[in-house]
């Protein structure tokens, strides 16, 4: 199994390149050395990630000529906050990184969204890598350039664009992933194969098994794909604005399940449900075939994401969506879609976003 590499251009003069491989780990700070001058690199990782893999990355930076340092936070969601951000900023400076140095992002999303945040504003940004080590973050967030932290009223609230000079995949490094966390991954694969096409959409259903039993190619080809696909996406919409909406297929729905259940159902799950809940709003909202809510059914229960079983208050959820940071002039926005690439944005009568949020709470009841 070779390493596969992806170009994202974003514009004329702003592309960088994507390594999805095994062992990349070891390999990419000396491919790093054509692409920045600097002296310094600081990775920033968590406490659970650090242990694990940081040792190889400062190795292959300190071998590529960097003088490597390393920063740890504590492992978990509350790591993304501006306390940690702030602690990170101070320590920075402390280890005298300048604004030519490099910042590397090794973890899951937490890691990354921080390091990205972190080196957008430090010294008014510096240049960033990102090193995903869960699905997720291979899949999702660790191209797009979105950073983050959160606040206290929300998630991801504060943030920044900031594109990374590199991104790097290395499937070996998903073998400790724990498995609950590949739910995650698989939710972000289908939700990617759905909104991109037959094509995707084919091969998953005839490598669903596979993926679930973490096959490293079919695993390796999963993420090339769902890239492929996302860089395209961020590539026509960096910022944003139009058709990057699609990315949000199940999403709205999943904030507000996420946020109700207090974030004890997972993203992967959450956006599993929410796909689910737009199909059927689909059919309603935009004339969709009640099979193709049927057959995404049976894709997201063959990668093991099967429906939720938890009842949650319809007024609640209603309540959330509005609140979500998505939500344009009082319109509830969903992304819908009919059959695998055929999805449109509509602003749905929130009646009738009501009238299907009670449906779903009677069938859970
Ligand atoms: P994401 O947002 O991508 O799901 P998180 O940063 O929340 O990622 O990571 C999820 C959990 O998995 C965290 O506890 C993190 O420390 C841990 N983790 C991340 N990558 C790995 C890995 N490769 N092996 C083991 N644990 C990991
Ligand atoms: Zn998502």
């Not at 797009?144 to 920044?160: E, F, Q």
């Not at 790097?168 to 739910?183: G, H, S, Y």
């Not at 995404?296 to 939720?308: F, H, S, T, V």
């Amino acid at each position: 199994m070779s390493t596969q590499r992806l170009k994202v251009i974003l514009n004329a003069d702003s592309d960088y390149d994507i390594r999805v491989g095994v062992g990349v780990l070891d390999t990419f700070a000396s491919r790093l050395r054509d692409e920045t001058d600097a002296e310094k690199a600081v990775v920033i990782t968590d406490s659970n990630v650090g242990p694990l893999y940081l040792e190889r990355v400062r190795e292959g930076l300190t071998q590529a000529g960097f003088e490597a340092f390393d920063l740890t936070v504590p492992a978990g969601e509350e790591s993304k906050s501006i306390a940690v951000a702030s602690e990170l900023w101070e320590a920075l400076a402390l280890l005298g990184l300048g604004r030519d140095g490099l910042i590397v992002g090794l973890g899951g999303g937490v890691a990354g969204d921080l390091a990205g945040f972190v080196a957008s504003t430090y010294m008014r940004g510096v240049d960033c890598v990102q090193v995903p080590t869960t699905l997720l973050a291979m899949v999702d967030s660790s191209i797009g350039g979105k950073t983050g932290v959160n606040l206290v009223a929300g998630k991801n609230l504060v943030g920044t664009f900031k594109q990374p000079i590199h991104v790097l995949a290395d499937l070996e490094t998903l073998r400790t992933l724990p498995t609950e966390e590949w739910d995650n991954g698989f939710a972000e694969i289908a939700k990617s194969a759905l909104i991109d096409g037959p094509e995707f959409y084919q091969w998953l259903e005839g490598n669903a098994e596979a993926l679930l039993a973490h096959d490293e190619e079919i695993t390796q080809q999963a993420i090339v794909r769902a890239l492929t696909f996302k860089a395209r996406v961020v590539a026509s919409d960096v910022t944003e604005k139009g058709q990057r909406e699609c990315l949000n297929y199940g999403h709205t729905f999943a904030h507000a399940l996420e946020a109700a259940s207090g974030f004890r159902i997972s993203h992967g799950r959450a956006v599993a449900e929410g796909m689910r809940f737009a199909a059927r709003l689909a059919v309603e909202a935009v004339g969709a075939p009640a099979a193709f809510a049927d057959a995404q059914d049976a894709l997201l229960n063959r990668l093991g994401l099967q429906p939720i079983t938890e009842a949650f208050s319809a007024d609640e959820l209603y309540g959330r969506m509005f609140s979500d940071k998505k939500v344009r002039k009082g319109a509830l926005r969903f992304v819908l879609a009919q059959a695998p690439g055929q999805w449109e944005s509509v602003a749905v009568d929130p009646d009738l976003v009501k009238i299907y949020l009670i449906l779903w709470e009677q069938a859970k009841m």
